[in-house]
């Protein structure tokens, strides 16, 4: 079994378009993040399919509420088979090692656990003007931090976060990467932007791309010439 280091963002709002490019696709290119968009238009059911094709999904719904909230919502991501699930480390390291705590039932067959750390999105500008006095970098760095020593398994931040953290808090920490595009592709809302050779380089493990791939006039080339050009 391969490792595929591409997560498909599927931002679809429609099940037929997405399970249109799900379909031509082996589960060995890459794996499937669902995110808030399609798990509230069509739920776990659309969940439950892509695993039923044999891809790995990354339900990506970055819980943020009180520690017991997260938690019973991370055990209703485990039950539902998921490889990978996410809160935000801002929620602190209560709701973290709560959550943690809570997906011990689970053993070996647990999903990873990671938290967003800073979005991809936000500049420097935009994060101090939530009240936060640091750079994305060291902010990144340390909510981190919290979240290593919470135990979960990694974060998701921006590649160019990368080397930083691979530094301060080992190479089994995961790096789980949006904000990435190929060169030359619209970079949209995203601010903190890597290419995908990049990224690899800078040591990630897994990078999250959406629309470089599901906005392409061919979604399936588009997704195999990624994974040519990190190959
Ligand atoms: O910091 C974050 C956390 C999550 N995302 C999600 O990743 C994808 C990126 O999609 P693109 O189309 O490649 O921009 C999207 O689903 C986001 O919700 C993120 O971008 N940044």
Known sequence: MKDPKIVVALDFDSQKKALQFVDQIDPQACRLKVGKEMFTYFGPDFVKQLISRDFDVFLDLKFHDIPNTVAKACVAAAELGVWMVNLHASGGSKMMETSRQALEQFGSERPLLIAVTVLTSMSEAELRATGVDKTPEQQVLHLAGLTKAAGLDGVVCSAQ?????????????????????????????QHRVMTPQQAIQAGVDYMVIG?????????????????RSIA
Not at 211 to 227: C, G, H, K, Y
């Open 161 to 189: 976060e990368a080397l930083l953290l691979k530094q301060h808090l080992g190479q089994a920490f995961k790096l789980v990467t949006p904000g990435i595009r190929p060169a030359g592709a619209d970079i949209g809302d």
């Open 211 to 227: 629309r470089p791939i599901t906005q392409a006039e061919d979604p399936v080339a588009a997704l195999e010439a990624i994974n």
